[in-house]
């Protein structure tokens, strides 16, 4: 006798999820697979006619502790453990009248939908903890050579073509493949048992030993490049909704995040275009379709086949505004269906709704893959240090100065180091982003404005990380920057300060920076 030519005589069946499991236990009944079951399964399979062995009934044993004890038996664990063709397991299945459980059926307490519900209270959370069901799942993954776990109701159809195609018999790679699954699916239900324990413990952000409970949402057509493949974990469809267009690529994904954001930036009707996670443009005004002319004013280029980000509902008046720009995607927090009308005439543009207060709740951690492992660190989520701001010069800005220079701040934190942003009280100016030098970027920046005939003249100017040296403040100041932001903390900070005075420029240090590596 081997795995192989071992016909399937009897099942388990366990299921909290009950979709689809009426239809698969009338299928191994007629198959002659005798079933065994608990509870609720049990109640429900006989009310559909089918015969049912209670497990209670088997072990001899009731159900005790409100159902917290009824499969932690030796009768269950021995039939699902046992090596059939060791002689000392038979010896002792006979001595113990435990019969081999050769098909275990189960998934588990409904965990993660319970901690979801708002109306939960603490005692529902720790009661739909499963522990029988992990332990039995557990069992027979280990010994898949002899039974076969299913915790998937996708995988009945399948393993019902299987039994019928071989004789009631089970593949030895269909089984391990199973088992495979079998341990993600325990795996991934203790990580979110543990991330809500952990949770209550503020101090332990970075645990010793690390899960992250993530479940496929979707297969991308392919990575950043059509060389590599991508997926998609997580429930980003549960923060943005995809009304229209193309399936997004994981290069829309990543600017889609980019974008909103930095649209939760600001509390104003606000424009924000991305391209390849950099701002080109981010403008404000009262209404979105005025917002928008002083974004897209920034770079007139750089939108095409961009991503738009706004934070009002869009209408009529902005759909029309927007609808002759090839956006790759616009994001809003919702559209009116006259908008919709007019935006969906282009049938590959991506419009994406996005829910700014769930989004803003989950920006908590952020993840980087290295060779050999992954870093972790807290999201860059705060805006300043309020105890920390502070005028080093000896001329204070002016109030449409101040403006002007949060306005530009709150854009520098979301632009690639070493970023540059000039900026008026309401609009960007010029963007520089991701040089190795910070003296190039506020080059770069000065000279798209100038080919865009922006006057910089009496702006301010937002720099992510310190001026290492006074160089990168002069290009600014040349460029015609009249008030500068930047963190401080160089070592030639007072060298700088000295330039700024010098030449008659309102300084502000935050004491925080926002480098974007």
């Known amino acids: 006798m081997t795995p192989e030519t071992y016909p399937i005589k009897?099942?388990?069946?366990?299921?909290?999820?009950?979709?689809?499991?009426?239809?698969f236990a009338k299928e191994l009944h007629e198959l002659g697979i005798e079933i065994l079951s608990t509870g609720g399964t049990s109640s429900l399979l006989k009310n559909a006619g089918i015969p049912v062995v209670s497990v209670s009934d088997y072990t001899g044993f009731p159900e005790i502790m409100d159902g917290r004890v009824k499969t932690l038996q030796p009768k269950i664990h021995g039939g699902l453990l046992a090596v059939l063709d060791n002689v000392e397991h038979q010896e002792q299945m006979a001595e113990h009248d435990i019969n081999s459980i050769d098909l275990l059926v189960v998934n588990l307490y409904p965990f993660e939908k319970?901690?979801?519900?708002?109306?939960?209270?603490?005692?529902?959370?720790?009661?739909?903890?499963?522990?029988?069901?992990?332990?039995?799942?557990r069992a027979a993954a280990k010994n898949y050579c002899w039974t076969a776990v299913v915790v998937n109701p996708n995988r009945?159809?399948?393993?019902?073509?299987?039994?019928?195609?071989?004789?009631?018999?089970?593949?030895?790679?269909?089984?391990?493949?199973?088992?495979?699954?079998?341990?993600?699916h325990t795996g991934y239900y203790d990580s979110l048992i543990a991330g809500y324990f952990r949770s209550s413990n503020k101090s332990d952000v970075f645990p010793d030993e690390l899960s992250l409970p993530m479940r496929k949402e979707q297969s991308l057509r392919y990575g950043e490049n059509p060389h590599q493949s991508?997926?998609?974990?997580?429930?980003?469809?549960?923060?943005?909704?995809?009304?229209?267009g193309k399936e997004?690529?994981?290069?829309?994904?990543?600017?889609?995040?980019?974008?909103?954001?930095?649209?939760?930036?600001f509390t104003e009707p606000t424009v924000v275009i991305i391209k390849h996670t950099n701002p080109c443009g981010v403008g404000s005004g009262a209404s979105l379709s005025e917002a928008y002319a002083k974004a897209f004013a920034?770079?007139?280029?750089a939108p095409f086949g961009g991503i738009i980000a706004v934070n009002r509902p869009i209408d009529k008046e902005f759909a029309e505004t927007v609808h002759g720009l090839f956006a790759e995607v616009l994001i809003?927090?919702?559209?009116?269906?006259?908008?919709?009308?007019?935006l969906r005439k282009k049938k590959d543009r991506r419009l994406m709704t996005v829910d700014y207060d769930t989004l803003k709740k989950n920006i908590v951690m952020q993840v980087k893959s290295v060779a050999g492992g992954l870093l972790l660190q807290t999201e860059d989520a705060q805006l300043l240090d309020e105890t920390a701001l502070r005028t080093v010069t000896k001329r204070q800005p002016n109030e449409t100065e101040q403006a002007a220079l949060m306005f530009a701040w709150r854009v520098a934190k979301h632009v690639k180091s070493n970023a540059i942003v000039y900026a008026a009280a309401d609009r960007t100016l010029a963007v520089g982003a991701g040089q190795m030098s910070r003296v190039d970027s506020a080059r770069i920046a000065a000279k798209k404005a100038h080919d865009a005939g922006i006057d910089l003249q009496g702006c301010a100017v937002a720099s992510d990380a310190f001026f290492p040296f006074a160089d990168g403040l002069l290009q600014a100041v040349e460029a015609g920057a009249t008030s500068v932001i930047q963190p401080g903390g160089s070592v030639r900070d007072e060298e700088v300060i000295a330039a700024a005075d010098e030449h008659n420029i309102a300084m502000m240090m935050t004491g925080m920076r926002h480098f974007r590596h």
């Open 248 to 265: 997004l690529s994981y290069n829309n994904i990543v600017d889609i995040d980019a974008a909103a954001k930095l649209a939760l930036e």
């Open 332 to 342: 809003a927090p919702e559209f009116t269906e006259e908008a919709l009308t007019i």
């Open 114 to 137: 319970t901690l979801a519900n708002p109306s939960a209270t603490p005692e529902d959370i720790i009661e739909n903890i499963d522990i029988g069901g992990p332990a039995m799942v």
């Open 230 to 244: 991508a997926v998609l974990y997580g429930h980003f469809s549960s923060i943005f909704k995809q009304l229209h």
């Open 10 to 23: 009897r099942a388990l069946i366990s299921v909290s999820d009950k979709n689809g499991i009426v239809e």
């Open 156 to 184: 009945y159809e399948s393993i019902l073509e299987q039994l019928k195609g071989n004789n009631s018999t089970l593949p030895e790679q269909f089984r391990r493949d199973l088992a495979g699954e079998a341990f993600a």
């Open 298 to 301: 920034t770079d007139t280029a």
